[in-house]
């Protein structure tokens, strides 16, 4: 079990990481966030026209963000208080942000879920939500989930037994009485091994992709995507129409394969 040392450590090292960081990457930003790492794996033009235009708001990211905080609520806790919770024997759940240099790049991102038991993350959870199929497992939300294990592994977390899963729902088809009771039915399903009958019991609404922990997966991730941000090369773009036709930036983004003529 880690000792109050490690932990003091821990936060004196993400001090450290925060204040050396300056705007030498794209865009004069001075972190690079996982979640804009995996996007680019949708489609890289996509993150650079985020920049240049701004986010555009849909009411499908409105509903994802409504549901998803409505599936992993939190509350703040100090460090010490979380060093404490995390190091129980008994599985507790708690997110911190993640951080770390890889590849040349300063890399921060917010799991949504993480289960602990003895200062050891056992399983890492991203929820991502959809109106459709939840058996389809994107690249993108795949990378996200072994990147964010990766970090946790270069903070020197233990990460001997630890495990990653994307949940996908369709959380339009949860009760509001499922929804409260979401973190703890998955938690439970993913540490007794009983995955199949939750998705049984939510009649096809909700999905569990488990993955392996997997640190060389993850730093090839990184490896192909930070020249964008480096500078060394320009943003890709889509090679799908589907693709495009299913992007927020369709209509004004001068890579669309998928623009309405005027
Ligand atoms: S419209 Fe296509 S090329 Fe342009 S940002 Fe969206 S997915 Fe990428």
Redesign the pocket.
């Known amino acids: 079990m880690p000792s109050d040392a490690f932990w003091e450590d821990l936060w004196k090292r993400e001090s450290a990481f925060m204040a050396a960081a300056r705007p030498e990457f794209r865009h004069g930003v001075s972190f690079v966030g996982v979640s804009d790492i995996a996007g680019q794996f949708y489609?890289e033009?996509?993150v650079e026209?985020a920049v240049a235009m701004g986010e555009i708001p849909t009411e499908t990211k409105e509903t994802g963000t409504r549901l998803h905080d409505e599936l992993v609520p939190g509350v703040s806790i100090t460090p010490k208080a979380f060093a404490k919770l995390v190091s129980r024997k008994v599985p507790s759940y708690a997110v911190l942000g993640v951080w770390g240099s890889v590849g040349g790049l300063r890399i921060i991102g917010m799991p949504d879920h993480i289960v602990w038991a003895g200062g050891k993350p056992l399983w890492l959870v991203e929820l991502k939500t959809t109106k459709g199929d939840p058996g389809r497992l994107w690249d993108d939300q795949a990378v996200q989930a072994r990147i964010y294990g990766l970090l946790l592994y270069t903070m020197g977390l233990d990460c001997s037994e630890l495990r990653l899963a994307v949940v996908r729902v369709k959380a339009d088809e949860l009760s509001e009485d499922e929804k409260k009771r979401w973190v703890r039915k998955v938690s439970g399903a993913l540490m007794g091994g009983k995955v199949a009958r939750l998705e049984s019991e939510y009649r096809g609404a909700v999905k569990v992709h488990v993955m392996a922990h997997d640190v060389p997966a993850a730093l090839a991730s990184i490896g192909s995507k930070r020249g964008y941000w480096t500078g060394e090369r320009e943003p890709t773009?889509?090679t799908s129409a589907a693709?495009?036709r299913a992007?927020e930036?369709?209509q004004v983004?001068d890579?669309?394969?998928a623009r309405t003529p005027s």
């Open positions: 489609c033009y996509k026209n773009s889509s693709k495009c992007c930036y369709c983004c890579r669309s394969l």
